[in-house]
């Protein structure tokens, strides 16, 4: 049942939703599958090996490490999974704390958890939406001392802080290189939940490579897809080498014999997910332009309407525009809601940006900053349809078409 709503939407921003050109979208970002992936998925069958071992997996592996300049990459069941790999190759350990933004999605802080470590939300900045490296800062400078070991420690608890962790949101690069200065400069290693920002870039270097290890997702709304799956990317062999045991039961390598050094986890990618990648790998050149086209489409769509901006890259960084979105302008979250309920009667499916991590119920309780820009930013934000299928299923209708 769809909410009611007495909030009053200005009077150009509805007519540009009833103008809207990608009305009956299925969702937000759906995958873009064809003959090759079925090719390649019957190739996989045909070969036996669909489980976790195979060459689709191997391929998978290089192909991706060659795209992000990476020297290597491991494939995993999901990006959460990487996600608790890499905090585990970092040494995190029950009772640490690790950095967050406040504006992610669930898995990056679940993945704190699962290390049996604390979660800590600080503010995000305004044009990436990612981790303000001055509330970083800030933090270390406020709420930490140097521990005798040579790590951070939190003055009030104790409690080491083990780690940081940047996310790229709706795949625009937050300011990472600011946020790697701070990170050097107390001695805390960073990792990059780049889970959306596949095909991201800063100063000519892909997301995920400014910190010990970056991971990414290839869950069905992903850019590229391999149904559910993730990786971690690193150019430190060890780290590489601890992810990949730990995610393979950590099993010492033996002919026959099975047996483990330590409690590990099956966080393999499928052969069969693997091949699925491979060939959505060979399509991703022409999903990332066709979605830096839909970027354009909403650009001048909304370029007259006054309440609204379109979320667009920060400048100076190359962002994939995985997810399109607008901010309103005035209103907050009463008329971000009444935009999202317009938006399900006109057949347009929108939602607006995840909860900020201490307003969800699951870590309410938790040790947090204050947020007030992030809660600006969840009030006001509406994410769009931003498949790039639909740009093929309906160009007549596109603003500009023809042109």
């Given amino acids: 049942m769809t909410p009611r709503t007495t909030t009053e939407i200005p009077s150009d921003l509805r007519g540009a939703f009833e103008r809207f050109p990608f009305r009956g979208a299925e969702g937000l970002h759906t995958p873009e599958l064809g003959d090759l992936e079925k090719a390649y998925l019957s190739d996989c069958i045909d070969s036996g090996f669909v489980s976790s071992v195979g060459a689709y997996v191997d391929r998978f592996e290089s192909e991706l490490a060659i795209f992000a300049g990476a020297r290597f990459a491991v494939a995993t069941s999901s990006g959460t999974t990487a996600l608790h790999l890499a905090l585990l190759a970092a040494g995190v350990k029950p009772g640490d704390l690790v950095l967050v933004p406040a504006i992610t999605f669930i898995a990056t802080a679940n993945a704190v958890a699962h290390c049996g470590a604390k979660a800590v939300a600080l503010d995000v900045e305004e044009e990436s939406m990612g981790l303000d490296p001055k509330a970083l800062s800030e933090f270390f400078d406020s709420q930490t001392t140097p521990g005798p070991d040579g790590t951070r420690r939190h003055t009030a608890t104790g409690a080491t802080v083990r780690a940081v962790i940047a996310v790229h949101v709706l795949g625009h690069p937050c300011d990472i290189v600011a946020i790697t200065e701070v990170c050097e400069r107390f001695g805390v290693l960073l990792l990059e939940d780049a889970a959306e920002s596949?095909?991201?870039f800063v100063d000519g270097i892909h997301t995920g490579l400014f910190g010990f290890a970056g991971i990414?997702?290839?869950?069905?709304?992903?850019?590229?897809?391999t149904g559910g799956g993730g990786c971690v990317v690193t150019n430190n062999p060890v780290v590489a080498q601890r992810v990949r045991h730990l995610g393979t039961t950590a099993r010492i390598p033996h002919p026959f014999?099975?047996?483990?050094?330590?409690v590990g986890f099956n966080y393999r990618m499928?052969?069969?997910n693997a091949a699925l990648g491979c060939a959505q790998l060979e399509r991703l050149p022409g999903l990332l332009s066709a979605q830096k086209e839909m970027y354009e489409v909403y650009r001048r769509h909304f370029s007259e309407v006054e309440s609204v901006d379109v979320v667009s890259q920060p400048e100076?960084?190359?962002?994939?525009?995985?997810?399109?979105?607008?901010?309103?302008?005035?209103?907050?979250?009463?008329a971000r809601d009444a935009v999202?309920?317009?938006?399900?009667?006109?057949?347009?499916?929108?939602?607006?940006?995840?909860?900020?991590?201490?307003?969800?119920?699951?870590?309410?309780?938790?040790?947090?900053?204050?947020?007030?820009?992030?809660?600006?930013i969840y009030d006001s934000v509406v994410?769009?349809?931003?498949?790039p299928a639909i740009l093929r299923s309906s160009p007549s209708t596109l603003p500009g078409a023809g042109t």
């Avoid at 990414?216 to 897809?225: E, P, R, V």
């Avoid at 994410?383 to 498949?387: K, T």
């Fill in 198 to 200: 596949m095909g991201s």
């Fill in 216 to 225: 990414f997702s290839f869950n069905g709304n992903k850019t590229i897809t």
């Fill in 257 to 262: 014999e099975f047996d483990h050094d330590v």
């Fill in 270 to 272: 499928p052969n069969l």
């Fill in 316 to 334: 100076g960084r190359q962002s994939n525009y995985w997810l399109q979105a607008i901010r309103l302008r005035h209103g907050g979250r009463e």
């Fill in 340 to 376: 999202i309920t317009l938006g399900a009667q006109l057949g347009i499916p929108m939602r607006p940006l995840w909860k900020p991590l201490p307003l969800v119920e699951a870590y309410r309780d938790g040790f947090h900053e204050e947020i007030p820009v992030a809660t600006a």
């Fill in 383 to 387: 994410c769009l349809p931003s498949s």
